[in-house]
């Protein structure tokens, strides 16, 4: 079945240092994939998507891009500040199976200053 | 601007008590809205599917008599938590299909349930 596994945390990184958080799939047909960002006390917010093969999602400094040959989905960023500080989840719809969702396990990243 | 609003935000209540929460999409008829459970550093899991004017489908572990799903009307789905109890605290979130195939669900706020 489908599915999304991400890498752990919690990660803890300095101010205006280099972000990666990867994220990997496994999906039936062909899913689009989003990267969701929870800030403390608060519900999701979507960070950015990509919908199809090669696609790049970007959103306040972030990217991400859909790889389809290594079924990879890894989340960038190339300076990091404190506000950025939250729990960043990957996710996956695949209309082959329906509407559901699928999500990472979330990943907590905590930028110091 | 946002495009559903869940509510309550945050209830504390005793033991026994029963706890409604509301999730409003704003700015479409939305046929189908989802309720998630997440515990404390924990992922989203999905509890149901709730679909306007039929029955909820619910996940497998997730007992229909205590959580409580109706979705009357084409912008309003809510989410019963009957007779709730410590182990129900949690934070529960709604989200709401997007009307274009393919796009990705809009999410509430979430309802921070804390029971005593």
């Known amino acids: 079945g489908d599915s999304v596994t991400q890498m752990e945390g919690p990660v803890t990184l300095s101010e205006e240092a280099f972000l990666t958080i990867n994220c990997t799939y496994t999906?039936?047909?062909?899913?689009?994939l989003f990267w969701y960002v929870q800030y403390p006390g608060e519900g999701l917010q979507l960070l950015l998507k990509a919908t199809k093969a090669d696609d790049k999602g970007s959103n306040k400094g972030f990217e991400a891009t859909y790889r389809k040959e290594t079924t990879s989905f890894h989340l960038e960023k190339g300076s990091v500040q404190v506000s950025d500080s939250a729990v960043y989840f990957c996710a996956l719809l695949d209309l082959y199976t329906g509407n559901q969702f699928y999500f990472g396990t979330g990943t907590s990243l905590t930028v110091i200053p | 601007g946002a495009v559903v609003s869940q509510h309550p935000s945050w209830v504390i209540c005793k033991s026994g008590t029963s706890v409604k929460i509301e999730c409003r999409s704003l700015d479409f008829q939305a046929t189908t809205m989802f309720w998630y459970r997440q515990f404390p550093k924990q992922s989203l899991m999905l509890m149901a599917t709730?679909?306007?004017?039929?029955?909820?489908?619910?996940e497998q572990g997730v007992e229909k008599d205590k959580f409580l799903i109706n979705h009357a009307s084409l912008t309003l789905s809510t989410l019963t938590v009957t007779s709730a109890h410590p182990e129900d605290s949690s934070f529960y979130i709604c989200?709401?299909?997007?009307?274009?195939?393919?796009?990705?669900?809009?999410f509430g706020d979430g309802t921070r349930l804390s029971i005593l």
């Open positions: 999906a039936t047909g062909y899913p689009s």
């Open positions: 989200s709401v299909q997007d009307r274009v195939v393919g796009q990705p669900q809009h």
């Open positions: 709730s679909n306007e004017g039929s029955k909820a489908t619910y």
